[in-house]
């Protein structure tokens, strides 16, 4: 199985700073790799897919890059509602496999 | 509108078998893979496995491999998650979720159902 290892496991921002969150895969994903916000008592919700395309509705201050075994999740400019746990999440191999998530939590 | 309506909550004694309905509505059934997801209280999102409502063709998770089947009934665009030999670790919230595919690649789930509490307890 691809593990996915997600970095730092919380995040401490202030809001309007900028949040940058880290996803390593145990192997090549190429570019197909997703990211995912889940508040408390939801439905985790698709921000992003291969590795940089902002799902439908998703605001711009919302990105993602990289290719292979290493991705980032930039969020430039934090607002209230940004405060979540994100997981990342790779679709190139079965069984599909999610990192652990990291929080983003209010400094 | 897209919707995944999921059965609600249930408690089971160890040893038992569990059974989720996810209704969907709004797009056509037959077109998207339909996922299972678990995450116990606390804990991350793992993969269960998923169906092809199309012919019915599953792919499960190892960790889960016969314990779970996971159906489609297209006349009633409802999906189903089955779990047997259900011990506490089995304690969780169950996701249903849609995922739109390219050819025969799954791609992300874009929209989830509401997620449904199982809990195991004697």
């Known amino acids: 199985d691809i593990v996915m290892t997600q970095s730092p496991a919380t995040l401490s921002v202030s809001p309007g700073e900028r949040a940058t969150l880290s996803c390593r895969a145990s192997?090549?994903?190429?570019?197909?790799l997703a990211w995912y916000q889940q508040k408390p008592g939801q439905a985790p919700r698709l921000l992003i897919y291969d590795a940089s395309t902002r799902a439908t509705g998703i605001p711009a201050r919302f990105s993602g890059s990289g290719s292979g075994t290493e991705f980032t999740l930039t969020i430039s400019s934090l607002q209230s509602e940004d405060f979540a746990v994100y997981y990342c999440?790779?679709?190139?191999?079965?069984?599909?496999?999610f990192g652990g998530g990291t929080r983003v939590e209010i400094k | 509108e897209v919707q995944l309506v999921q059965s609600g909550a249930e408690v089971k004694k160890p040893g038992a078998t569990v059974k989720i309905s996810c209704k969907v509505s709004g797009y056509t059934f037959t077109d998207y893979y339909l996922h299972w997801v678990q995450q116990a209280p606390g804990k991350g999102l793992e993969w269960m496995g998923l169906?092809?409502?199309?012919?019915?063709?599953?792919i499960y998770a190892e960790k889960f491999q016969g314990r779970v089947t996971i159906t489609a009934d297209t006349s009633t665009d409802s999906a189903y998650m089955e779990l047997g030999s259900l011990r506490s670790e089995d304690t969780a919230l169950y996701y249903c979720?849609?995922?739109?595919?390219?050819?025969?690649?799954?791609?992300?789930?874009?929209?989830w159902g509401q997620g449904t509490l199982v809990t195991v307890s004697s």
């Open positions: 169906v092809d409502p199309e012919d019915a063709e599953t």
């Open positions: 979720a849609r995922g739109p595919r390219a050819g025969i690649v799954a791609l992300p789930a874009d929209y």
């Open positions: 192997q090549s994903v190429y570019s197909n």
């Open positions: 999440h790779q679709f190139d191999n079965w069984p599909l496999t």
